[in-house]
Every structure is written in C-alpha cells, then in structure tokens.
C-alpha cells in the first residue's frame, strides 16, 4: 500500500477563521473520528457539509452523527475551520505513504473522548430499556481510555437499570475489565433507590408550594420580580423556578432572567 513517490501535499488555509466556538470544535472533532489515519481534510469537510461524494456514501460515512452538521457553511470555509483546528493542535496530519491523513493530538482527543463517552452512554441507556443487551458487543476493542471514560460516566450516573447489561458486558470481557465493570455494579448497587428519595421531595415541595401559593397573585409577581443576581450585581427576574421549604419559611431556587445563573430568593 506504502508506494514511493512525492507526497500529497497540502496547505493549511484558515482564511476569515478568528476562533471556532466549542461546539463546532467538538462537531468536527466527532467528524474526524471514522477519518483517523484513513482519511484527511476534504472528506472531514465534506462529512460536515452532508455532501453525497460517491466515495463517501461508498464508505459509509453519512452514517457518522455529525454528518451534515455545518450544512450552513460552504465546504470551503468548513475546511478553513478545519485547518484552524489543526493549527490550534486539535487535530494533525501524519502521512500513509503518499497521503496525508488526519490523527488527533492529545488535546483534541481529550475532548472527543467526553464527547464519544456521552454518546455511547445514552446508547447504553437506550438498549437497557430496550433490553438490547447484544448493544454490549460494539463496546468491545474499544479504545481503552475511552471504555474508562464511559464506566466512570455510568457509575456517576447512579442509573440502577444498567446493572443488567453491565452484567451482560462482562460476560463477553477479559478479566482485568470484567473486575472494572464489577467495581461499577457494585457501586449501583450501592445507591439509594430512586422512588423514595422522589416520594420524599414531591412530600416536602407540596408543602412549600401551598405555602407559596397561599401568598397573593400580585404579591408573588413582585417577589419573582425582585432577586438579587450575584452574577449580574443587579436585581433581577428568577425563572424556572422550584419552591422548597427553608428554615420555617420558603425559598424559590431558579435562574437569572437575565443571565442564567443560579439565584434565589428567601420568604419568611
Ligand atoms: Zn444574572
């Protein structure tokens, strides 16, 4: 495969790129994971774009989550984002013989990491309540670090309806992350049940609740109307709002209209 000869040579061209924001360096990351050192730059674009490259579709790469994501963009400035990964160390270019693939550097790969994580959770959490248990064989000759990711990510979850395909995974696994799935299940199974704990606050924010609601509608318009925001140094409107009992009287726990950050407000 390795034939000699000049190198393909490519010229990195961010032209008009001042910064990418983080969702599209992770949307592009994502791109480029079916891309590792057997595909460069202008299938990553076209990736992005949605485009119905015969050589693409061949491969199977509509099929990647993210394909068509930037369709707002024409292939010439996707690419220029792209270069501007590159030269922010994102993303590299190694040869394969003749021709210049993409690889990620450590960076870029710590971020599509989280991103690949989050996205085979949800799988996990969709095939457990489908009880899809065969799901468990795509998670095999994964890579390593990102498998850790994903347990750490179940266990944070504290989802005790994955204990059964946890069980599942292990049975197709060696032992060394048969004993790291264990450490998970045992972890669930630690964890409280889930009903009470709802039963519990659903019991204490009736309480709270009528006591809010006993207070007059106008009175209550004002109140939401004025809560101190730490953030924007100004009283502000609270949204999104939960009542809870606090120290004999109540307290709404939401958001700052103004700028989303947590606020709250005291009624005695
Ligand atoms: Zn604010």
Not at 191 to 197: N, Q
Request: hydrophobic share 40%; net charge positive; charged share 30%.
């Amino acid at each position: 495969m390795v034939k000699k000869g000049n190198k393909v040579r490519y010229e990195l061209n961010p032209t008009g790129i001042k910064s990418v924001p983080d969702n599209e360096i992770k949307t592009i990351l994502r791109g480029a994971d079916d891309l590792i050192m057997s595909g460069g730059r202008a299938m990553l674009a076209k990736i992005l774009a949605g485009s119905k490259d015969k050589k693409l579709l061949e491969l199977g790469l509509d099929y990647s989550p993210v394909y068509g994501a930037l369709k707002g963009n024409s292939q010439k400035e996707i690419l220029a984002k792209i270069d501007w990964l590159i030269l922010h160390h994102y993303l590299a270019i190694k040869y394969d013989g003749r021709l210049p693939m993409l690889v990620y550097t450590d960076k870029g790969w710590n971020i599509e990491r989280e991103t690949y994580a989050d996205e085979l959770l949800e799988k996990l959490i969709d095939a457990a309540e489908n009880k899809r248990y065969e799901f468990v064989e795509t998670l095999k000759d994964r890579n390593r670090s990102l498998i850790l990711l994903l347990l750490e990510k179940i266990a944070n979850s504290g989802n005790k309806d994955l204990i059964t395909i946890l069980n599942a995974w292990q049975t197709i696994e060696f032992k060394k992350l048969r004993t790291k799935i264990q450490e998970v299940i045992d972890l669930l199974e630690k964890v409280e049940e889930k009903p009470k704990r709802e039963e519990n606050q659903e019991l204490v924010s009736f309480s709270a609740n009528k006591k809010w609601l006993s207070i007059p509608v106008e009175f209550r318009r004002q109140l939401e109307r004025n809560v101190w925001c730490s953030y924007c140094c100004d009283v502000v409107k609270i949204e999104k709002y939960t009542v809870k009992e606090f120290s004999g009287g109540i307290v709404l726990e939401g958001k700052c209209q103004k700028c989303g950050n947590d606020v709250a407000r005291v009624i005695d």
